[in-house]
């Protein structure tokens, strides 16, 4: 009967110790269920209380590697390897006779045909642009008058060869003997003086470059006026912003971006167009040194002179055009592009760290 009894009253003190609740571990877990980025179990559902994190992995050990660019090392090596056969081949090739290029380069005839030719273009790129700049305004301007007679001029001077217009006014004296200023259809002159006298070979340079400079700076300066935003122009009116303030202050800075580019192409095009000066007998840089090379025969190596400087004079306007774009780009970027300098000592400053950095890892 006792036994009987034990049978019976084991299984429910078993079933009773199981379904207690265990007691608490002193010990953190280690382990837990996996959890997603939102910090959700993986296998639970979305309301189930997720598992603790593990520990976040430290990535400073990690090596870096870079990423590989085959193709561009293969485009490098194959113009280092063009541009090292073309200063071979200007170093080794004695027929370019750098020594007389040498002797030539800083001649006293040349540098006062450099300075001609650079007194051509200031004259005529400072006319040029300022006459630009009014028929410019022409063009815009409501007054049909105005704007053909802007449109006809830049359409006679864009139609027509530079070297035509040279000649042209260097023998202005054939059509008009004379040249006089007074009251039109009247007798009266204030003034009057023989056309050959005053159109000289450097007047006829003057007036050509000046006037075909004048026909492609206006369509420049009024390209750039349109692309600025009318609205903003609308809003300035609003506000009673007088209309000189509007344009030299709110539409010239924005205009200027879209001009400079274009102007200075129009400027570098006038250094190397003053050679064309050279048919009215100007002692320019072109001339002179076809002057010398008649004389000496040794026409590759003048001809590479006059090379030289006009690459220098272009190179120089080049840099003057970067700064200018750069001081008129600070309304329209939020940080100013690095000047080569900068670029320089960045560079220098990043290459002189890195070797450090890697000193101190070992």
Do not use: C
């Amino acid at each position: 009967m006792s036994s009987a009894v034990t049978k019976v009253t084991q299984p429910a003190e078993s079933e009773a110790a199981r379904q207690a609740p265990e007691p608490a571990s002193t010990e953190p877990a280690t382990t837990g269920p996996a959890t997603t980025g939102n910090g959700q179990g993986t296998d639970g559902p979305s309301g189930a209380t997720p598992g603790p994190r593990g520990p976040a992995t430290d990535y400073s050990g990690y090596p870096l590697v870079a990423a590989k660019h085959p193709w561009r090392w293969v485009g490098t090596a194959a113009v280092a390897l063009g541009v090292a056969a073309v200063a071979w081949s200007l170093a080794t090739n004695p027929r370019w006779e750098w020594g007389v290029v040498a002797q030539w380069f800083t001649a006293q005839s040349v540098i006062n045909g450099l300075l001609e030719t650079l007194k051509l273009t200031a004259i005529s790129g400072l006319l040029g642009f300022v006459l630009g700049f009014i028929l410019a305004l022409m063009r815009l301007s409501a007054s049909p008058l105005l704007v053909s007679v802007s449109w006809t001029f830049s359409w006679i001077f864009r139609s027509t060869p530079l070297l035509v217009q040279m000649l042209l006014w260097y023998n202005l004296g054939y059509l008009y003997e004379k040249v006089s200023l007074g009251i039109p259809f009247t007798d009266v002159r204030f003034f009057e003086v023989q056309t050959t006298t005053l159109i000289s070979q450097f007047a006829a340079a003057v007036l050509g470059l000046t006037l075909n400079q004048a026909a492609y700076s206006a369509e420049i300066i009024r390209g750039g006026i349109l692309s600025v935003d009318q609205g903003q122009l609308e809003a300035a009116a609003a506000l009673g912003i007088p209309a000189w303030r509007r344009s030299t202050r709110i539409v010239l800075p924005q205009a200027m971006r879209a001009i400079l580019p274009t102007a200075f192409n129009e400027i570098i095009g006038l250094v190397k167009g003053t050679s064309i000066v050279y048919v009215l007998a100007y002692s320019e840089l072109f001339y002179t040194v076809q002057v010398i090379y008649n004389r000496t025969q040794q026409v590759l190596p003048l001809l590479l002179v006059a090379t030289l400087w006009y690459v220098v004079i272009t190179s120089v306007l080049s840099v003057f055009q970067y700064y200018i774009e750069r001081h008129y780009s600070k309304g329209a970027v939020r940080t100013l592009p690095l000047t080569p300098l900068q670029k320089a000592r960045k560079f220098f400053a990043t290459h002189a760290v890195a070797p450090n950095r890697a000193r101190s890892h070992r």
